[in-house]
T-cell receptor
Framework: EPEVTQTPSHQVTQMGQEVILRCVPI?????FYWYRQILGQKVEFLVS????????KSEIFDDQFSVERPDGSNFTLKIRSTKLEDSAMYFC???????????FGPGTRLLVL | KQEVTQIPAALSVPEGENLVLNCSFT??????LQWFRQDPGKGLTSLLL?????REQTSGRLNASLDKSSGRSTLYIAASQPGDSATYLC????????FGTGTSLTVIP
């Protein structure tokens, strides 16, 4: 069964460094999403992406964040100048159409020291 | 801003019981509502999606209902099994996606 994959599974970085989280969505899906979940808190929407551009973003998704689909398979989240409070589990998801079921990847656990 | 609340926060039931999980949301202008399960340290698995025009969806032992006007959804699990133990999340799609805090379910063998 097709699935969303994410790499790395864990990432440790120093405060102020840049990180890139990678996702491979399900191959025929057109809509891509990033979420984060700080330990013990709600899953929070960051951004959705369609047709090579951001379709929606939350208040959390500020200039520190960017997304890119560099080729036909990968979808990346870049976090510039990481802060301690960026430590969280980051989930990628994809869906075939906008208002349909989202399929989530296993997540990348980011720890900023 | 949309607020999504799930009650109870935790629930423990003996195997075989039927149970209901609740989700409420403050803004009824939604496109859909989705129920997920999350196992410890893992990603989210979609269980059911209800479009705003629908009243309920069923999959196996699961039945989800949606009352958009009152801002409520329920997830009914029939004949619970230990493998159902997980955290159950509801999420609504409005202008963006909003998740609830989840209900942690333990099914005791």
């Amino acid at each position: 069964e097709p699935e969303v994959t994410q790499t790395p599974s864990h990432q440790v970085t120093q405060m102020g460094q840049e990180v890139i989280l990678r996702c491979v969505p399900i191959s025929n899906h057109l809509y891509f999403y990033w979420y984060r979940q700080i330990l013990g808190q709600k899953v929070e929407f960051l951004v959705s992406f369609y047709n090579n551009e951001i379709s929606e973003k939350s208040e959390i998704f500020d200039d520190q964040f960017s997304v890119e689909r560099p080729d036909g398979s990968n979808f990346t989240l870049k976090i510039r100048s990481t802060k301690l409070e960026d430590s969280a589990m980051y989930f990628c998801a994809s869906s075939g159409v906008a208002a349909e079921t989202q399929y989530f990847g296993p997540g990348t656990r980011l720890l900023v020291l | 801003k949309q607020e999504v609340t799930q009650i109870p926060a935790a629930l423990s039931v003996p195997e075989g019981e039927n149970l209901v999980l609740n989700c409420s949301f403050t803004d009824s202008a939604i496109y859909n509502l989705q129920w997920f399960r999350q196992d410890p340290g893992k990603g989210l698995t979609s269980l059911l999606l209800i479009q705003s025009s629908q009243r309920e969806q069923t999959s196996g032992r699961l039945n989800a209902s949606l009352d958009k006007s009152s801002g409520r959804s329920t997830l009914y699990i029939a004949a619970s099994q230990p493998g159902d133990s997980a955290t159950y999340l509801c999420a609504v799609k409005g202008n963006q996606f909003y998740f609830g805090t989840g209900t942690s379910l333990t099914v005791i063998p």
